[in-house]
């Protein structure tokens, strides 16, 4: 059995699909091996990931991008050439055209331009819908992220749920095991000297960041003065207000913009907690790294994140400042909690690493390469 895994995001600007499939693809070598798993366009090896640009220089990234377009210019027939002797290709987002010959299967990451539409471009909401009518309903196998994605293509999509298989996102190695001196490090990096509380992610509607920072605003003084709120992500869409807001935001708000991939295990074992009151998420990939990293939750009572973080976290809804208020009160002033649930959601933690994830993706390829 081969299988072509489409991994052209690693040469683009992204963020958690990239950061997904560069240590996906890894695993799954680890595993199976390299002539068992290949990589398009022409990706015979992995470099350093960087969110905010391609993983190879862009001498060797132009020549690759060239081969995606060709593909999707010329259509099926030089897919087909490209998947030569593969009998699975698994698709990304960024392919216009199924295989003929070879199956297909995707990752479905999650349904937030269906749900919540107003919280994305326009273009943004088309291309994830042609996706859907091209590729996912096309496809004879997918993956889903969580069961609530799952549920969510079911419901929205209409596809028949023998087609979906749930299969988690893993988690780097890197938060798992943290040294304490990595995490001296980057608090010096960042000028760090307060407790924090830390909240990961692009600065964009649905993170719902706003309504944190009402929460953190509202805390009591003396709470306030003791630490910090840390806000650490690339800016995204729509995000002006919330960017400008942050900026003037009293002492005690700290945005660091974009943190890179090598320093975000020490800055997450470092927080007193994680704050990801996001309003939909298929997944949650922060939350998973902050329990693997030892670390408290408070994360939403909605979509994915109940079912990520299980009995490992501090739910609450998301639309009330009063309820994220409340749950930041309750582990800043409760070390004892907080140690409670941080060893609840290492242990929860261990369902994402990601050789148990590559083995169950292992197995989805088989039964779809047999079927």
Known sequence: MRIMIDATPLLLRSAGVKGHIYYWLEALRRLAGHQMIRA????????????????????????RLAALYGVNWLGSPALDL???????FHASNQVRHPPRKAKLTATIFDLT????????TAANVQADAWF????????????????STRQDAIELLGIPEEKIETVPCGVSEAYFHV??????EVKELYQLSKPYALSVGTVEPRKNLDRLLDAWLGLEPDLRQHHELVLAGPPGWKSENTLRRIAGAPEGVRYLGYVPEQFLPALTAGAVLLAYPSLYEGFGLPLAQAMAAGVATITSNVSSMPEVAGDGAVLVDPF?????RTALTRLLENPTLRERLAARGRERAQNYRWQRVARRSLLFFERIAGS
């Open 40 to 63: 398009f366009p022409f990706i015979q090896r992995t470099a350093g990931l960087d969110h905010e640009r391609s993983i190879f220089s862009p001498w060797t990234t132009y020549p």
């Open 82 to 88: 490209c998947l030569k002797g593969c009998d699975v």
């Open 113 to 120: 331009t269906t749900k919540l539409p107003e919280m994305h």
């Open 132 to 147: 859907a009518e091209r590729i996912l309903k096309k496809a004879d196998g997918l993956i889903a992220i969580s069961e």
């Open 179 to 184: 040294p304490v001196a990595d995490v001296l």
């Open 320 to 324: 009330s400042v009063t309820e994220i």
